[in-house]
């Protein structure tokens, strides 16, 4: 407990910090152009890595073949389509109990 | 700076607030968006070894749900301090973008003002006031407009994560709450691949960070975000010699409510 304490402070000073560092103490300077590009891969990257990291592994190993990657695949294919947070929870948790009802 | 000396835009003081109510309407469709993501956090804050209140105050300290998540699976996988605080930041690295892209209307606002304002520098409220911005110059109303859609937009967050832990343990297993964190980091993540850079870092990402699953201490996603990161630069890199017309570019696409 003690611990997690510590990690949420930690985060939430280290997020505040970086959400605050341009509009405050950098406020006269503008980023390189070569580090916005990587700061704007952020996002992507680790998102994808969110997605592989909590959808194909279950603490550290592969989830086995099942339902999820089947929702999961069609939950990415609505996003692709219609690139709208409503549309994608609701295809993927549809998809996902549709899938345990019928197997 | 005076509060004052930050109005001086003419009559009806420094702070329009109209404004508030204004942001806080752009912002809704995305807001309904987040009270169910909320909801999931919540939820699987509490089916984690993570501290159920502890889980709940991070989303008003924190308020970054990507990393709030993430902060959560490595919890519960055991992974050290370090590890789980490193990657959080990574995940949370993109602010950088957004506070630089904020940095001119914000050197309007009065500097007591800028951290707490900087507290609520969500993708979604980032993206409504960059949109805001474009057509309003008056520091008295982009200051409201800001705050209405950074503060509605918490607050379904709030509310969301406050019923998931509440309610957390009461939702039956056939839900398949769990399924809820992939889903919104695919909701997320599809449409941040906007150009041939950025599918490159996800592709990498996703890849590597599955490929480092054994990777010691839980560093999996890190050394995948951070490969994903580099790989697209370079493909940045190679596309683009002259970086100079992507300085106007706008930081991430908004997923639409």
Do not use: C
């Amino acid at each position: 407990m003690a611990e997690q304490m510590f990690i949420v402070a930690f985060v939430a000073v280290g997020t505040l910090g970086l959400r605050a560092s341009m509009v405050t103490l950098l406020a006269d300077r503008t980023i390189p152009p070569r580090v916005e590009q990587a700061l704007s891969l952020v996002a992507p990257a680790v998102l994808a890595g969110l997605v592989a990291q909590t959808l194909f592994l279950d603490h550290g190993e592969f989830r086995p073949f099942g339902t999820w990657y089947v929702a999961g695949a069609i939950a990415a294919a609505v996003a692709w389509r219609t690139r709208s947070f409503g549309w994608t929870l609701l295809a993927g948790m549809g998809s996902v109990w549709l899938l345990e009802a019928l197997l | 700076m005076s509060v004052a000396g930050a109005a001086g835009q003419g009559s009806g003081g420094w702070f329009a607030t109209s404004g508030l109510v204004a942001g806080a309407r752009a912002i809704l469709p995305l807001s309904i968006g987040a009270f169910p993501f909320g909801l999931a956090y919540g939820v699987t804050v509490v089916e984690s070894s993570m501290n159920d209140l502890l889980g709940l105050v991070a989303s008003f300290i924190v308020l970054a749900g990507a990393a709030q998540l993430a902060v959560g699976d490595l919890i519960d996988q055991g992974a050290p301090w370090f590890v789980v605080v490193g990657t959080a930041l990574v995940i949370n690295a993109r602010f950088i973008m957004y506070s630089g892209a904020l940095a001119p209307s914000f050197s309007g606002y009065p500097k007591r003002w800028r951290i707490p304002l900087a507290h609520f520098m969500t993708d979604q409220a980032t993206v409504t006031s960059l949109l805001y911005n474009e057509r309003e110059r008056a520091p008295r109303k982009r200051l409201p407009y800001y705050l209405g859609a950074g503060l509605s937009f918490a607050a379904a967050w709030w509310i969301g994560t406050t019923i998931g832990v509440v309610i957390g343990t009461t939702i039956p297993a056939e839900l398949q709450v769990g399924f809820a964190a992939p889903l919104m980091f695919i909701a997320l993540a599809v449409p941040s691949i906007r150009d041939r850079a950025a599918l490159i870092a996800a592709a990498v990402g996703f890849s590597v960070t599955l490929i480092a699953r054994d990777a010691p201490m839980n560093t999996g996603l890190l050394i995948g975000a951070a490969t994903g990161i580099a790989f697209g630069t370079l493909a940045k890199i190679r596309t683009t010699p002259a970086v100079a017309d992507e300085r106007g570019e706008q930081p991430e696409e908004v997923p639409r409510g």
